[in-house]
């Protein structure tokens, strides 16, 4: 038996792997922030509309960006896009909130019983495919004009997205989690609450995300055909009647302002929520 031969080697230093670590520079710890780049994104699209609305040469076809934002501060500074804004909302938070709610009791009432389970998934199929703005004119004979119609489509724009989104988180929870709840004596609300709802919750969030984008679409289409009552309407109303009164810019400032909503919802309430949640639980990096 022979012995195996002994074996000393340096120790290589750092500058043998050349550089190892490289501190960013001030242009990279800038581009890295999220915020940043979005606004890159914004800037350019607002060019590229400047310009092609230049080509075009027509205000009454496709106003330049600076008179849109010319005509949106005209609107704020003399509260009529703001009011409007207003009315918009306050109808949305209604119907938005009946829609949670009644999907909340479907959902509870799936992931508790199997009629429930069935009862969901046959809405679901039925009602979902089905645009809100086919049940315009059915909404409107019930209802009459007015905020009551606004919120039943409301209603139906959120209730099924939420609703099954829900479900299917719900659905997906593992068993391993669904015996640790069991183990720890945990049952009823309780069981719900600590168990099901923080592992369904990534779900959850995204049916309320898609919640919320139906529900403002569905509004400002709905406004658009019997938004007002009693001489009052929201933004989509304000979009038909500056579309009627040929005042184009202030009719991209109305959608210009939709879409500020949009991004302020999504980037201060969703994001928010998110980075509190499911980002510090560990589940989206």
Known sequence: MTERPE??????????????????????????????????ILVVLALVWELY??????????????????????????????????????ILLQGYAIGLLIAAIFTGLAISTRFGQDLLETLTSMFNPLPAIALLPLALIWFGLGTGSLIFVLVHSVLWAVALNTH????????????????????????????????AFPSIL?????????????LIAAELVFGVSSGSGGLGWFIFEKKNQLEIPSVFAGLFCVIIIGLLVENLIFRTIEARTVRRWGMQT
Do not use: C
Not at 7 to 14: H, N, P, Q
Not at 206 to 215: E, S, V
């Open 53 to 90: 609305a230049r080509w075009v040469n027509n205000e009454l076809v496709f106003p330049t960006f600076l008179a849109t934002v010319d005509a949106f501060w005209d609107g704020i500074r003399t509260g009529g896009i703001l009011q409007r804004a207003g009315h918009s909302i306050r």
């Open 206 to 218: 995204t049916g309320l995300k898609i919640g919320w984008a139906f529900a403002w679409r569905t």
């Open 168 to 199: 299917s988180g719900f659905k997906s929870v593992s068993n391993t989690l669904r015996m640790v709840g069991k183990n720890y004596g945990l049952s009823g609300l309780g069981y719900v609450t600590k168990i099901l709802i923080p592992a």
């Open 7 to 40: 074996f000393v080697r340096e120790l290589a230093t750092d500058n043998a792997f050349g550089v190892v670590q490289k501190p960013l520079t001030t242009f990279e710890r800038i581009w890295n922030q999220g915020y940043v780049r979005k606004a890159a």
